[in-house]
């Protein structure tokens, strides 16, 4: 995957042997520790958790649960849901992202310390209050509608809260500076000589982003895909604030059967799923990635 | 080697009062230069001195203040560098990672529309010319740096471009392999006949591979000329000193009739007067001249005739095609450097430090600066 760095590979490679020869086996020890203690234990312990947590009167084996979240057409629209979801934000953070990067690393100049800042500054704020933020924006009196309303392009109040289009917002707006930085440390790695090269060679500019720049990015649009799609994936406080219910994912599923029907049964059942997807989606990616991505 | 039909027309490229300022800085001054159809210069002169922007305001990817850039008899300035019809190699190879040696080289065919059949043929042909043939499926990374750098010369090649840049080619090289593939530039661009503009700090290869120099300073063109010109006539201390090493000497200039001149050299108490040929009317008063290190031979006895300058050996090396001699010279601030060719394994004399030295050179071998 390491494109634009291969021509010098032996420096970086030297430098981690000797960062490692330095750092004594125990220290790695340790940190397997951890994450057996901390990540491979939990996983495990939810995978038995479908058997496990069995608190309501009827106690049903794992099988159900799986059997009815992958049969029963009800659940397969959720996991559906959830797929596409994410996938879609995914999609419009490269479509909104892109731009943005390649500004940064090619246009923003002296400028660019301010891009990053302002990409980065919302991430210091909590995750609740940006997805509030955008209630405030989209509430049926809120200022969007003000504002349409005020310049005569609407008649009466939109419901833009509560919907697909809100979520999508919401996961976009908190999503997107990852995409933009994933894309725009693979870009600035990329010799502007390389671009110029095309250039003289003929071709116009956007004929040299076609064949040059953007083909020599993928690796940075794959890993900012895959952790945009995870993190898509995986959340729920905005599709709870901002999707209402009307939009249903699996993360969302979870969280109701522990708070309101307490099938925790049930809920692990669901986790392993959504567990189950993200690693397969991971790897499918990866594989893309790989094959796409630039030999080296 | 199919190289008759690979050569373009060799154009005649003009730059016409050219500068540039990036903010405060002057990076190039109302420059002319004219290189003609199918010569190799070189743009030469220490970093930041103006030669990259030159090369980069010729290419399109800077545009000059003021001035003209004309290929041919078209005035280029305002095209875009991919209308420009040049061919450029980057210092750093600059190939396109993700494409195959092949599809390198196709690459500017390709933007061309060139068919298919066509672009096989020629990017078979550029192959065959740097000496890489059927390595058209492998990978840039798969390549050393100078069968990169031959990929990077087809690649700008195979377009036949009107004038050919190069950037620091054999920037990136090792020593050994830097002189082959200046032999090897050399032959290819004699080859096809293709106007080149080639960049460079270093003077030995400004010398060895071009039919013109350009010595470049803070942002002027000091002084064109051929290899040997800017090497044994320099105009100034400047290119003296920059084109290898070189021993000036100060003193009042008085005009001896017949095209020669004498320079009265103070060195503490004693005064030398050192001769040098220069057919001009310059002025006199105080002046410099510069002679080579290669030019002063050294003796034990005074020789009776040329310039003969007394000192005293203060170092020694052996450099295996010669012996380098620093010589001190009383009431003289730098040391004289004097190389003198080892010519047999045991028959030359070599001098010890502390010993008592005569330098001695032709008038004819010195120069006089004129224009500092």
Redesign the interface.
Known sequence: MSNTTSATPSAPLRRTRGFAGAVSPWWILLAGAFLVFFFVAPIANNLLNTDNLATLAERNPPSFYYKKLLTDAYYLKIVGVTVALSVGVTLICVLVGYPVALYLVRYAGRWSGLVIFLLIAPLLTSIIMRTFGWRVIFARRGILNDFLLSIDMLERPIMFLNGPGSVVVGLVHVLVPFMVLSIASVLRSIDPQIEESARILGANRFQTFLRVTFPLSLDGIGTGFIIVFLLANGSFVTLLLLGGGELRTLPLLIYQQFTISRDFQFAAAMSNVLLAIAVGCLYLQLRLIRRKGVKG | MGASSSVGASLELRLEGISKRFGQVVALDRSDLTVEPGLLLSLLGPSGCGKTTTLRII???ESPDTGRVVIGDRDVGQL???K?G???V?Q?Y?????MTVGENIA??LK??RVGPREVRSRVGEMLDLVHLPGFEER???QLSGGQQQRVALA??LV?RPAVL?LDEPLGALDKNLRENMQFELRRIQRTLGTTTILVTHDQEEALTLSDRVVVMNQGKILQVGSPNDVYEFPHTRFVSEFLGASNLFEGGLAHAGDGTFELAVTHGEDTTVLRVLHDDNVGTGEAMIAVRPEKISLSEEAPDRGNVVRGEVAGHVFRGSYHAYEIEVAGRDDPVFVYSQARSRSGEQVFQPGQAVHMSWDESDSVLLTDN
């Open positions: 290419a399109g990817f875009p560098p991919n420009r040049l061919g450029m980057f750093n600059s190939l396109f990672p993700h690459f500017g933007m061309a990978y840039p990374h690649r700008s377009t840049l």
